[in-house]
């Protein structure tokens, strides 16, 4: 069956065929700490509520986080920051293990193909990432699934660019920060990241409008539009400032790390994904800026993921089917040469 894996600082995101369709399972990756009692228990039961119990505290996970922190005037936990396990968070990978299991499932048989989606370093930070890669495999092996690790940017090439033979620039715009990938024929000729994302926005929106985070997050969830006229003062307002920001600082950094390669001299479609790049008026703002960038390399199209969540997590899928029927030609190879 094969099996694609996103985990990302906001959502966690398995990608499987069902028939032929593509069927996705998604839970937040988030937790909020609630006081522990029997009546709280009851209810959270019988709302089927994921969450669990530890040390006489209470864990609700996934959605209801969020859901609960909007009502109690919190910030929900996260265990992951700038798309890697965090380490200010001492529960962070105990509450990753089981939001994933619960998203990813047993595998259908021993050994199911799985492709999960890695950051790169950051260029604009000190943190290294080989620690959340490993970490990452071992709890899918763990599984028994055969987990393969494929770069996130890639993986939106693969989700969005068949059509140009995965030749393109691949961008997911994440929560915790931002993948750029350049291929030619599914092969990446350069890939980084940047430690900047939706998170990045909201925390600039709320300390400059003084709402929580988990606010400005709903309220950009929400219907927001980024080619909005909107109240001076407005977190709406706030959030194009940023927007605008955060565009203008991809294109900055992209454009200074083409300058480091030869590319081969071909027109690049652009895909763009990732679920900060939902907003109406983002792919409009980040066109209107590309073009006037003068990129040291040709630009065609520009597209947006038809479905900017899930691109990642149906990136890794293709990769972990197209792994799968690697291996099975091989299988088959041995067993012709016995």
């Known amino acids: 069956m094969a099996k694609g894996l996103d985990i990302g600082t906001m959502n ?174 599914a092969t990446p000729v350069m890939s980084f990241r940047i430690a900047r994302g939706g998170d990045w926005i909201d925390e600039q929106v709320s300390i400059t409008t003084g709402l929580p985070k988990d606010h400005v997050c709903a309220t950009k969830e929400k219907g927001f539009k980024l080619d909005l006229e909107v109240e001076f003062g407005s977190p709406e307002g706030a959030l194009s400032i940023y927007y605008d920001a955060l565009i203008t600082y991809v294109i900055k950094n992209l454009n200074r790390k083409l300058a480091e390669i030869t590319p081969p001299k071909v027109e690049f479609p652009v895909a763009l994904a990732g679920g900060s790049a939902m907003p109406d008026g983002f792919s409009k703002m980040f066109e209107r800026k590309l073009r006037e960038a003068k990129l040291q390399i040709d630009i065609s199209k520009i597209r947006l993921a038809k479905e900017p969540l899930y691109s990642v997590a149906r990136g890794d899928l293709i990769a972990a089917r197209t792994q799968e029927g690697e291996e099975v030609e091989e299988s088959k190879t041995e067993e012709s040469a016995e």
């Open 12 to 185: 966690i995101i398995c990608s499987e065929r069902e028939g032929d369709d593509v069927i996705f399972t998604q839970q937040r990756n988030a937790f909020l700490e609630l006081e522990s009692s029997d009546l709280t228990k009851t209810m959270l039961d019988s709302s089927k509520v994921l969450y669990i119990e530890k040390d006489d505290r209470i864990f609700v996970l996934g959605e209801e986080a969020f859901k609960f922190a909007t009502i109690f005037g919190k910030d929900a936990r996260r265990p992951m920051r700038f798309g890697i396990i965090s380490p200010n968070e001492k529960d962070a990978i105990p509450m990753i293990k089981l939001i994933v299991e619960r998203v990813l499932g047993k595998p259908g048989y021993r050994n199911e193909v799985l492709c999960i989606s890695s950051p790169a370093d950051p260029i604009d930070l000190d943190m290294n990432t080989l620690y959340h890669k490993k970490m990452m495999e071992a709890l899918a092996r763990r599984m028994t699934y055969e987990t393969h690790v494929i770069d996130e940017g890639l993986s939106v090439i693969y989700s969005e660019l068949a059509d140009y033979d995965f030749t393109g620039l691949g961008i997911s715009i994440g929560a915790g920060l931002t993948n750029v990938t350049l291929a030619y024929l």
